[in-house]
């Protein structure tokens, strides 16, 4: 028999998404997040093709038509410099050769639905459940929550985010603070009608390499009739929630990022900075975290940002998606539960490091790149422009491949836990 009652603390994305898969193979889960209610800021994220391959494992092949009705579907970036030349295309999805397209959509609406799959398919989700204490001993985990009510279940998984609580328990005084990246990632809207571009053939989505750094643009909405842009952009210390909410709020993040690109006077950065709605930009804080020494304890274990948050460059979500999806597949198999869960868990952490290591140095990579500047005059530009290029146009012959990377399918992991 495969576990009866799994414990999910945390109903971000990784959370709901394993208790998505739990619940479809029968494996009752209930979900505790410490918000009143559902999380409601966040700007558009794109679900690569590996994001949407792994949310299919979790949710059924029905849910990726839904996840597409709700966004931008797109196959191809174009990658071009601010004067408007265009070097060639990041390929993130394939939907012909792999099954998936990539799809932009906001995270508030990608949360919702699946906040909706999991009611459908009868998770319980709990809203305002700050853990006082967690207890586990050889037949089970007990939570008593701060308003005097408790749950047992037979395993907790840890989805509780960067500042994660069951991390603590899981590594007691080992347990690392996350550090704060000194990145913030500002995003702003525009309506797409608005957006002036250098020559008619222009084509969004787009990354605009500038000596200002890099600039994303995207589609979004299923008629891409709104244009999000996202640029990374470097703050020194850290403002805390409230600081940050009113660093958004009062518009500054939103002039930080103008300024950034202050000397960039070609379209389409002019127009899409300078349109932007300076009060409505949304912003991503990320913390940054050591490679822990081991992802669960006992019959605890931790997924998402709880176990490896991901450098600030769009995979943070994909591998959530990822972790949940193999975790699920190997909880839900009756074999592998008669191993036990610390099996389970070790099975799990020992194939998905290997992953996210190769993810994490990618990402970070890219990241460097996104913010670094150059002088618009120097010869560093121009040398950069030209590896650009070479590598785009000549080695890539115009499109860049991420198979292993974005082309990633968590289906064909091996989910059998091996003997000890
Ligand atoms: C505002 C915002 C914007 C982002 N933008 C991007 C982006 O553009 N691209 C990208 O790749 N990634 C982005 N990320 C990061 C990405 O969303 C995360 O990497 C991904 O959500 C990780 O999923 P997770 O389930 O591990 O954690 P999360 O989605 O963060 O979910 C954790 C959940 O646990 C809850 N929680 C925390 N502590 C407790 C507790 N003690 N008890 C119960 N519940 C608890 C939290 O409230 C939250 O709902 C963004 C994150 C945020 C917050």
Partial sequence: MPPNHVLIMGAGIGGPALALSLARQGIRATVFEIRPSPQQSGGSITLAANALSALSVCGGQEIYPKVKALGYVYERMGMNDDSGYFYGTLQVGDEKKDGFAAVRIMRTELHKLLLEECKARGVETLFGKKAKEIKQDSKGVNVEFEDGTQVNGDILIGADGIHSQARKHVLLDKAPIPEFSKTIVVNGFVPRSTVIT???????????????????????????????????????????????????????????????????????????????????????????????????????????????????????????????????????????????????????????????????????????????????EGWGWWLKKWAIWAYISVWNRGTIKTNGFMGFDVAKLDAKVSAA
């Avoid at 990320?286 to 490679?291: A, D, K, Y």
């Avoid at 176990?307 to 460059?313: I, R």
């Avoid at 994909?318 to 190997?330: K, N, S, T, V």
């Avoid at 490091?353 to 150059?374: I, Q, W, Y």
């Fill in 198 to 376: 250098p020559r008619p053939d222009y084509e969004f989505p787009a990354t605009i390499i500038s000596p200002s750094g890099f600039l994303g643009a995207f589609l979004v909405g299923p008629k891409g009739d709104k244009v999000a842009w996202g640029v990374n952009t470097t703050v020194t210390a850290d403002k805390g929630r409230e600081g940050w909410e009113e660093f958004k709020r009062s518009g500054e993040a939103a002039r930080l990022a103008r300024e950034d690109y202050a000397n960039i006077k070609t379209e389409p950065i002019r127009s899409l900075l300078d349109n932007m709605d300076e009060k409505h930009v949304q912003l991503w804080v990320p913390f940054r975290l050591p490679i822990l020494p081991a992802w669960s304890r006992g019959r605890v274990g931790l997924i998402g940002d709880a176990a490896h948050a991901m450098p600030p460059n769009g995979q943070g979500t994909a591998m959530a998606f990822e972790d949940a999806a193999f975790l699920g597949r190997l909880l839900g198999d009756e074999e592998n539960w008669a191993k036990g869960p610390e099996a389970i868990f070790k099975h799990f952490e020992k194939i998905r490091a290997v992953r996210l290591d190769g993810v994490r140095k990618m990402s970070a990579k890219m990241g460097e790149n996104l913010k670094k500047r150059s002088d618009p």
